[in-house]
């Protein structure tokens, strides 16, 4: 019996590791493991169409007022190439982590085209904000920063198309994304002390340990779970509100596919864990009785 801990204690510590990799993407100034997270933004065309002159320019109150800032954009929204959001000094992307939210641009470019496949465009991250700070992610804020101290302080970010729906999601998805972080750390925990005692089940046989790894097994697997759907809910919540009412603006959101497969995967292993240990308690169980019965 004793040998058959070792699977608790080899899933749980898979499980520990994958829910930290959850933890802890994003994090330090060049972003740890980049491409996992929850959501993000692309501004890469934010504003192409107010910049778009050939567009129906009359109707737009907007372009009299901007066709003054630069040509230069003007130039770059015809022939498509460089990043728009360069020009008016705002990057091409913010991501969003658990812990912090980072910005950057895209290599070698930020639209796919005819020579460049979207696999082939990769993010270069140049910032990432201070740990936790993505409780104040504001990327209304941050972005009219932006434009401010690149100069163009001019642009009023909602002329650029910024839609109040955007803030509105945001401010409401504040609350969950608290609520998701303590929850991670407290699955953490919880998964850590489950290995712990998986580990003490190799050295020690016992049913006790059995159902007490049951139950840590069972609290670590729902916190995780709902760890994880509130972040599936904010990645979704967010990303629809962002590309139904942002698109018009040259705004789009990618839900972090790689990031749900990694925490729905921690928390799919501590549920096998426990049926493991399910397994270890009905088995201990039959083979005392059946001792019994023999005696
Ligand atoms: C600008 O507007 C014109 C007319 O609506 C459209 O044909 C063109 O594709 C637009 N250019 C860009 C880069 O969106
Ligand atoms: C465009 O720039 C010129 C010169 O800098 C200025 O006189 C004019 O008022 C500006 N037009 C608008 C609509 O901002
Ligand atoms: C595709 O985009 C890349 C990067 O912006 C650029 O170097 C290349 O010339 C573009 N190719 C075509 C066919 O437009
Ligand atoms: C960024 O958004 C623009 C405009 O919505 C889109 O054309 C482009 O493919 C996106 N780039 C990436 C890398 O997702
Ligand atoms: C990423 O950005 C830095 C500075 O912004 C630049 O020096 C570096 O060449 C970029 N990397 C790639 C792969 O474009
Ligand atoms: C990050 O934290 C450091 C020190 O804690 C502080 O000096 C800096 O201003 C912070 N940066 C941001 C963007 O909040
Ligand atoms: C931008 O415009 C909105 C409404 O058009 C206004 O409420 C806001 O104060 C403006 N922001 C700045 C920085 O001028």
């Not at 994958?18 to 929850?38: Q, W």
């Amino acid at each position: 019996m004793r040998f058959l801990a070792i699977f608790p204690a080899l899933l749980c510590a898979v499980s520990l590791i994958l829910a930290f990799l959850c933890l802890f993407s994003g994090h330090g100034t060049h972003s740890f493991m980049e491409d996992y997270a929850i959501v993000t933004l692309n501004t890469s065309r934010l504003g192409e169409n107010v910049f778009n002159t050939s567009s129906s320019s009359s109707s737009n109150p907007f372009t009299a007022f901007l066709h003054n800032v630069t040509s230069t954009i003007e130039n770059d929204i015809e022939d498509g190439l460089n990043s728009l959001a360069k020009d008016l000094g705002i990057h091409d992307f913010y991501s969003v982590h658990i812990l912090d939210f980072c910005e950057g641009y895209y290599t070698p470019g930020a639209v796919p085209n005819a020579t460049l496949s979207k696999s082939a465009i990769s993010k270069n991250v140049t910032k990432c904000s201070n740990a936790t700070a993505i409780y104040n992610f504001n990327p209304h804020q941050t972005l009219q920063q932006e434009l401010d101290n690149s100069g163009h302080s001019n642009i009023n970010i909602t002329a650029l198309g910024w839609p109040n729906e955007i803030d509105t999601a945001i401010r409401d998805l504040r609350v969950a994304a608290k609520a998701m972080f303590v929850l991670y750390c407290i699955g953490i925990a919880l998964v850590f002390i489950a290995f712990s005692f998986a580990a003490l089940g190799i050295c020690f046989d016992g049913r006790l340990n059995a159902s007490v790894n049951i139950l840590v097994d069972w609290l670590a697997f729902v916190t995780l779970g709902i760890a994880s759907a509130i972040a599936t809910a904010i990645a979704v919540k967010a990303s629809d509100v962002i590309n139904d009412h942002g698109s018009e603006a040259g705004l789009h959101a990618d839900k972090g596919t790689k990031f749900m497969i990694l925490t729905w995967v921690a928390t799919g292993l501590m549920f096998v864990t426990s049926l493991i240990w399910c397994f270890v308690c009905v088995k201990g169980r039959k083979r005392t009785s059946s001792k019994k019965l023999s005696d």
